[in-house]
């Protein structure tokens, strides 16, 4: 099993540009989230999913879409980058609400 | 208020000490609680949960205080490998999702 995968690994952007952030699980878990996660400020959840076809946001979705038509894939959409989504980003899954199994992360910079 | 609050530290220690944190949550119906640990630039993973009754595995012991809404990690025998950060994590009665803490860094030194 790879577990959770994430791509890219680093990424960075123009202020205005847009991109997917990829993630997909191979562990036929049915729950997916989104985090960022910023420097004193712990990791905080975007979007996430309770099975496909099924999404809702989380703490911080602004400026962030998400869709999730198959159980193994849950990508994150930059619709129009800012340099305020400068982050990690962390993408997890999880066949319960109590472990979550955590991808690699992408770290995106943008300008 | 944040919802969880940790000592971001860092802590530094030399090997063999004994070392605790604490975290503290504002909501006092919250249900779940958890330790992660996060090395430098990789992603979290589960340490151990949280009991009622407290709980140990080896050298880590976690503890549970409702009446003052704190869990705490207490760490007997500090290795050089334990250097990392460590996550404080409450699952919120009102969404059922999982709520972080800003994480207190170890530093464990020779």
């Known amino acids: 099993n790879a577990g959770v995968t994430q791509t890219p690994k680093f990424q960075v952007l123009k202020t205005g540009q847009s991109m997917t952030l990829q993630c997909a699980q191979d562990?036929?878990?049915?729950?997916m989230s989104w985090y960022r996660q910023d420097p004193g400020m712990g990791l905080r959840l975007i979007h996430y999913s309770v099975g496909a076809g099924i999404t809702d946001q989380g703490e911080v979705p602004n400026g962030y879409n998400v869709s999730r038509s198959t159980t193994e894939d849950f990508p994150l959409r930059l619709l129009s980058a800012a340099p305020s989504q400068t982050s990690v980003y962390f993408c997890?899954?999880?066949?319960?609400?109590?472990?979550?199994?955590f991808g690699p992360g992408t770290r995106l910079t943008v300008t | 208020r944040k919802e969880v609050e940790q000592d971001p530290g860092p802590f530094n220690v030399p090997e063999g000490a004994t070392v605790a944190f604490n975290c503290t949550y504002s909501n006092s119906a919250s249900q779940s609680f958890f330790w992660y640990r996060q090395d430098c630039r990789k992603e979290p993973k589960l340490l151990m949960s949280v009991y009622s009754s407290g709980n140990e595995d080896g050298r880590f012991t976690a503890q549970l205080n409702r009446a003052s809404q704190y869990i705490s990690l207490l760490i007997r025998d500090s290795k050089l490998s334990d250097s990392a950060t460590y996550l404080c994590?409450?699952?919120?009665?009102?969404?059922?999702?999982?709520?972080f803490g800003q994480g207190t860094t170890l530093q464990v030194k020779p």
């Open positions: 997890a899954s999880s066949s319960s609400a109590y472990e979550q199994y």
């Open positions: 994590v409450v699952i919120s009665s009102n969404t059922g999702k999982l709520i």
């Open positions: 562990m036929n878990h049915e729950y």
